[in-house]
């Protein structure tokens, strides 16, 4: 089975034009982080990166990662968080202009008693994901080569979704629409504070925000760190997150070490920082009163997270891992198993398909296919 992705991995290459073009019409820049501007957001076609904006061929990363993913990890592979720099937390963020697009509220001057239980709800309801609902989604970007999340009109794939969610709904779950925005993005080029990433703008965000709630869909937020650690561009998009039907993914197969380069070796995290994350994110969703938040961890291989067995699940998270293996269905199913045996009771199971990656090994798993896995996702992702 191919662990790498390579059109991932050419996305590093495309993802470091989009920062350059979106430094040109976009605030900010200027504290070291790049933003990524939304196709809304950039003056014109002048201004938007393509291949000559690249690079030469030299100074990008290899097509794979050099690394096998099942290797274990050397120690500088893992960012530690009370360590990372000042500079990444703070970030640029965008200014909503137009009016038609969601923002994020005000965050209340008196935090509520983290004891108190959800006033808000979910956008179809109830204040817990599980078991009621399968969260079905697409994942995508400011790029086509993103996913198909990005591909031509918003509108159109979140109807796919709704359709492709009634063939997940034969157990008795309802399906919950996703639309998973790849809100901080890897980058090949390190940028002026030399963390590997840029952060997607408010504009953009509030762009998907807008549509998931014209259709009662949650937004999830994927985090690829680079070399920054999570904690911090989770931080980064607090304001986001605030929101009831605004969640979180993280991406740690792109979350590498201060020395290494996105792309050229496999990311890395532990179980103790994601139980970091979770916590601080747990204890926010009491705080704001907030329905049940999906927390999504995707894992590509078993050597992307160490000390599985040690991740806690919390009260307030859906806490899912998404096995995000490639290849034939076999192949899939062989590092499903894998992967979902070390879990802990409460931490629930995810599956990601790939419409391009996986068609090369064979047909794409149908939604009669995934069900007979064992145990059944509580979330399906395409890309």
């Known amino acids: 089975m191919r662990p790498a992705r390579p059109k991932v991995n050419r996305n590093l290459a495309l993802g470091v034009g989009l920062a350059v073009s979106a430094c040109l019409v976009a605030a900010g820049c200027g504290d070291g982080s790049a933003e990524i501007a939304g196709p ?29 993913p099942n290797a274990s990890p050397n120690a500088d592979t893992n960012t530690d968080p009370s360590t990372a720099p000042s500079a990444s937390a703070q970030g640029t963020q965008g200014t909503d202009t137009d009016g038609t697009e969601a ?50 009109d918003m509108q159109a794939r979140v109807d ?12 008795g779950r309802e399906a919950q629409p996703v639309l998973e925005l790849i809100a901080t993005v890897v980058q090949a080029s390190p940028g002026k504070d030399k963390m590997h990433r840029a952060r997607t703008s408010d504009a953009e965000i509030g762009r998907y925000l807008k549509v998931a709630r014209q259709n009662k869909a949650l937004l999830l937020l994927n985090i690829q760190p680079g070399r920054a650690d999570f904690l911090t561009e989770v931080k980064a998009m607090s304001r986001w997150l605030e929101e009831p039907d605004v969640g979180l993914a993280l991406d740690p197969e792109w979350a590498v070490g201060k020395k290494e380069t996105p792309g050229r070796v496999y990311g890395h995290t532990s179980a103790a920082e994601l139980n970091q994350v979770s916590l601080w994110l747990d204890e926010f969703v009491a705080e ?24 806690r699940p919390r009260k307030n998270l859906a806490f899912v891992i998404s096995v995000d293996g490639i290849g034939a269905r076999k192949d899939k199913e062989d590092t499903w198993r894998t992967l979902v045996k070390p879990l802990p009771e409460g931490i629930h199971t995810g599956f990601k398909l790939f419409f391009e990656e996986d068609r090369e090994h064979g047909k794409l798993m149908t939604p009669e296919q995934v069900l007979k896995l064992k145990p059944r996702p509580g979330y399906v992702l395409y890309e």
């Open 103 to 152: 923002s994020p509220q005000a965050s209340s001057s008196n935090p509520a008693d983290p004891s108190a239980t959800a006033t808000q709800e979910l956008p179809r309801g109830g204040t817990e994901l599980f078991p009621r609902y399968r969260l079905v989604g697409y994942s995508g970007g400011a790029a086509e080569a993103f996913g198909r999340l990005g591909v031509g």
């Open 40 to 68: 809304q957001a950039q003056e014109s076609p002048a201004t938007q990166a393509g291949p000559a904006d690249q690079g030469s061929p030299e100074s990008q990363p290899s097509q794979e990662p050099s690394a096998d």
């Open 288 to 311: 704001k009163q907030l329905p049940q938040k999906p927390f999504i961890v995707h894992q590509l291989a078993s050597r992307i997270i160490s000390d599985v067995p040690e991740l």
């Open 160 to 171: 796919e979704i709704e359709k492709l969610g009634k063939k997940y709904d034969g157990d």
